[in-house]
C-alpha cells in the first residue's frame, strides 16, 4: 500500500474518531426527536465506518466490491458505497416511496 493512501486513511481515522466523540456529546445533550434521530443516524454511520477501517475493508464499495473513489471518501467519511452504487440504491429507494 502506498503510503500516501496509507496516510490519508489515517487522516481519516482520526477525523471520523474527533467525529464520533463530538456526535456523542450533542446527543448527551439532545432531546428526543427528529434532530437526536438524525444524530444518532450520523453516529452509527461513523461508527460502521471505523469498525470498516478495523477490518481493512474501508474504501471498499459494500455493494460492488470495487474501490470508493478518495474524493468522495474525503468528502464523505462514512460512505459505504462508490457513487454509482448509491446513485442505485438513491433511485430504488426513490421508487419503492411513490
Do not use: F
Not at 21 to 35: F, I, M, S, Y
Not at 52 to 71: K, L, M, S
Request: charged share 30%.
Amino acid at each position: 500500500m502506498k503510503l500516501r493512501t496509507v496516510l490519508q486513511k489515517a487522516v481519516l481515522r482520526r477525523r471520523l474518531e474527533r467525529d464520533a466523540t463530538v456526535t456523542a456529546a450533542k446527543l448527551r445533550n439532545q432531546p428526543p426527536g427528529p434532530d437526536r434521530d438524525r444524530l444518532v443516524r450520523h453516529l452509527k454511520r461513523v461508527q460502521l465506518a471505523l469498525s470498516r477501517i478495523r477490518w481493512r475493508d474501508y474504501g471498499v464499495c459494500a455493494a460492488c466490491g470495487q474501490p470508493i473513489a478518495d474524493a468522495r471518501l474525503r468528502l464523505m467519511p462514512t460512505a459505504g458505497t462508490c457513487a454509482a452504487c448509491q446513485k442505485k440504491l438513491d433511485a430504488h429507494a426513490s421508487a419503492e416511496r411513490r
